[in-house]
């Protein structure tokens, strides 16, 4: 099957004179799957539309914060009525307040918070809170987790970073990177390793609760308890980066579904709505050291933004216990599509699910433990992900353009979304199961 790529073409042409790569962002390239990137020009509840009229189910959901949808009508009558009022201030408005006590009202680990413009942003902010509030300098992550692109968290990192085969970027300077340990995910023995070693400096562990950046890797049983465990006999803090995971694996994201209290949280995604703005937030005596309660300083002009914040209040008001129980079944739906259709065409494919958040590893089998750590993750068959990639594309199907990623179901799903995304899986794994040389 061919698709109309003509404007996409000439629109990337034209940005890559403009812009590194032609991108914003490096996976939007499309370097790990070749080709040329889908330029989107509308979307609507759970499909977009590009710049050539081709339309696809979109699995992507802009990496997440889409949870309702695109163009929910609610959130957009929000964006409108608050930007006629005027989109930004640089000083305080009552709705940040009322985004923040939702917020809190989720996550009982976060007595206070602050808004901020990005996840990246948010990260960076917890770990300066974490090393003001500890006076320590050293912070532990994980392998293939990703934290933004901050400096001293871009060692080992995954999603891009993985993407590109650098899990390290140029630009970061070594007393950076020696600032930040790297232990393997889901290894508490490596954990201990690492924190003897690294003695009472260890100001926090920075985690993924549920890894999304290299393939979603779940946190094995008592995983997220061990790391508890362990910040709070060194004198350190948790720190659950939840940009993927809060409000979207429940309410209150991975610690309600896992039971597990973080000291920080850091927040994204969607509580705005799909406008630019993270958070983060945790224990009223670490965020008393943020300025200007304390020394630690951070500051934003954009933060608490009245149109990001409009949009995140009008999303989180329609994150209802009925949707969490849509979202689920939706996401059990598309799991059963990519591993019948595996299974029909005989392709190896283990697909891995938190919640509505899912990957497929291509050349890894479905039994056995599955994929626990960047190690594990590796190893998958990225050429054949590519091969499905497009055939899906190709069939009106738009995936995240890389193995490493997360694919997103969102609460505007429906029967005839499914329908086309199973309609186009049989071919496309026949498609990933042929060599880079054959034919589907």
């Known amino acids: 099957m061919s698709r109309s790529i003509a404007r996409s073409d000439a629109a990337f042409k034209r940005a890559e004179q403009l812009m590194p790569g032609g991108v914003n962002s490096p996976v939007r390239a ?3 799957v070749g080709g040329t990137p889908v330029f989107v020009a509308s979307g609507s509840r759970g499909r977009i539309r590009d710049v050539d009229g081709n339309e696809y189910v979109d699995l992507v959901a802009s990496w997440g914060p889409m ?3 695109h163009a929910h009508p609610e959130v957009v009558s929000a964006i409108v009525e608050t930007a006629r009022n005027g989109t930004s201030f ?6 940040e307040s009322e985004l923040a006590e939702a917020i809190r009202g989720a996550f009982p680990s976060i007595e206070r918070l602050r808004l901020v413009s990005s996840g990246t942003e948010a990260a960076m902010s917890a770990i300066r809170a974490a090393r003001g509030f500890t006076g320590r300098n050293v912070v532990l992550k994980f392998e293939g987790c990703y934290h933004g692109h901050a400096d001293g968290l871009l060692v080992q990192a995954g999603s891009g970073a993985a993407t590109f085969g650098s899990p390290s970027s140029a630009g970061v300077p070594e007393a950076y990177a020696r600032l930040t340990r790297v232990a393997t995910y889901n290894d508490l023995e490596d954990v201990d390793r690492l924190v003897r070693d690294i003695g009472n400096d260890l100001a926090a562990i920075i985690v993924e609760p549920v890894a999304a950046n290299m393939g979603v890797v779940p946190p094995a049983p008592g995983f997220l ?4 465990e362990r910040c709070d006999r060194a004198g350190a803090l948790l720190i659950f980066d939840e940009v993927i995971t809060g409000f979207r694996l429940a309410k209150g994201g991975a610690q309600e579904r896992f039971g597990v209290r973080a000291d920080l949280t850091v927040l994204g995604k969607i509580i705005g709505g799909g406008m630019p703005v993270g958070a983060y937030g945790g224990r009223a005596e670490i965020l008393a050291r ?9 500051a934003g002009t954009l933060s608490g933004n009245p149109v990001s914040v409009a949009a995140g209040i009008a999303t989180l008001r329609l994150l209802t216990p009925d949707l969490y129980v849509r979202l689920e079944a939706t996401a059990r739906a ?3 599509i990519l591993v019948d259709s595996a299974r029909a065409s005989g392709t190896i494919v283990r697909v891995q699910r938190v919640g509505s958040l899912l990957t497929p590893f291509f050349g890894v089998p479905a039994g056995g433990v599955g994929i626990r750590s960047w190690n594990d993750a590796k190893l998958c068959d990225a050429a054949a992900y590519g091969r499905f990639f497009h055939a899906m594309l190709d ?13 997103f179901v969102g609460g505007a799903h429906d029967d005839r979304d499914l329908s086309h995304v199973a309609d186009a899986a049989g071919e496309a794994m026949r498609a990933a199961n042929a060599t880079a040389s054959g034919s589907p």
């Open 225 to 228: 308890e061990g790391l508890r």
């Open 290 to 298: 943020i300025a200007p309660l304390g020394r630690v300083y951070q």
């Open 90 to 95: 640089g000083a305080p408005t009552e709705r």
């Open 67 to 69: 949870i309702l949808g």
């Open 395 to 407: 069939r009106g199907v738009y995936l995240p353009p890389s193995a490493f990623e997360a694919m």
């Open 334 to 336: 598309v799991e059963k």
């Open 30 to 32: 499309f370097r790990a």
